[in-house]
């Protein structure tokens, strides 16, 4: 018995509009969890690389700890860092953001201790000079001319949370990557497929919006 010409799911085709309109509400289940596991990650990685990288630009001694601490975190693979992390998180999100944020450190510390050492000295000794003291200077001087550097930083490990957070199906909260892996279980194309795409979208979009906040926040860089 064949399937009826105008069923691409029965059909099992990888491009199919009845798969869209007939599983809308899973899809944005899935978009909506890949979503807040990668901006609670990133915020989270945020917090977390920003004293660092103030800690390795303070005392030069700091710097190759840091840097070296986080370039091993980077290295590990994915399930080897998730079954390192299992028996602290279990099997809950949380497995997943921790896995994330320790990712997201090495892009995030380089490209902010990167900026704030690209501060011009003679620009602190100016600001010095105006009456700025440290905490002044930090937030009013050296972070925002560090903005460009971090932005990057930012954004490249944005959108590499975004991949990364479909290996977190193996545990069950992978975002749209759950549909990836069930869809590449039982070869259904259009779930595997539309997934993907949706996947790259989310990338895409994260990136032009960080963008354009960098392009906002740095109105001199601009060409």
Same mark, same amino acid.
């Given at each position: 018995?064949?399937?009826?010409?105008?069923? /691409?799911?029965?059909?099992?085709?990888?491009? /199919?509009?009845?798969?869209?309109?007939?599983?809308?509400? #899973?899809?944005?289940?899935?978009?909506?969890?890949? @979503?807040?596991?990668?901006?609670?990650?990133?915020?989270?990685?945020?917090?977390?690389?920003?004293?660092?990288?103030?800690?390795?630009?303070?005392?030069?001694?700091?710097?190759?700890?840091?840097?070296?601490?986080?370039?091993?975190?980077?290295? !590990?693979?994915?399930?080897?860092?998730?079954?390192? @992390?299992?028996?602290?998180?279990?099997?809950?999100?949380?497995?997943? !953001?921790?896995?994330?944020?320790?990712?997201?450190?090495?892009? @995030? =510390?380089?490209?902010?201790?990167?900026?704030?050492?690209? +501060?011009?000295?003679?620009?602190?000794?100016?600001?010095?000079?105006?009456?700025?003291?440290?905490?002044?200077?930090?937030?009013?001087?050296?972070?925002?001319?560090?903005?460009?550097?971090?932005?990057?930083?930012?954004?490249?490990?944005?959108?590499?949370?975004?991949?990364?957070?479909? +290996?977190?199906? #193996?545990?069950?909260?992978?975002?749209?990557?759950?549909?990836?892996?069930?869809?590449?279980?039982?070869?259904?194309?259009?779930?595997?497929?539309?997934?993907? =795409?949706?996947?790259?979208?989310?990338? #895409?979009?994260?990136?032009? @919006?960080?963008?354009?906040?960098?392009?906002?926040?740095?109105?001199?860089?601009?060409?």
């Amino acid at each position: 018995m064949t399937a009826p010409p105008d069923d /691409c799911l029965a059909r099992n085709e990888w491009i /199919c509009g009845a798969y869209l309109s007939s599983r809308r509400e #899973i899809l944005g289940e899935a978009v909506l969890q890949h @979503l807040q596991l990668t901006v609670v990650s990133v915020l989270l990685g945020l917090v977390v690389a920003v004293p660092l990288a103030l800690a390795a630009r303070r005392w030069r001694w700091a710097s190759a700890p840091v840097l070296g601490l986080t370039t091993v975190l980077y290295t !590990i693979p994915s399930l080897a860092m998730f079954s390192l @992390l299992l028996p602290v998180y279990g099997l809950s999100a949380s497995l997943v !953001i921790a896995g994330l944020v320790l990712y997201s450190l090495t892009l @995030l =510390v380089r490209n902010l201790l990167a900026g704030l050492r690209a +501060v011009p000295e003679e620009t602190r000794q100016a600001a010095r000079g105006m009456g700025y003291g440290p905490v002044r200077l930090l937030l009013a001087v050296e972070l925002p001319l560090a903005l460009p550097a971090a932005m990057a930083g930012l954004r490249i490990a944005t959108v590499s949370a975004v991949s990364l957070v479909t +290996v977190g199906a #193996i545990v069950g909260h992978g975002g749209l990557g759950n549909l990836i892996y069930t869809g590449m279980n039982t070869y259904f194309k259009a779930q595997v497929l539309t997934a993907s =795409v949706l996947c790259v979208l989310i990338a #895409i979009a994260a990136d032009l @919006l960080l963008l354009g906040v960098q392009r906002l926040l740095t109105p001199w860089t601009r060409v």
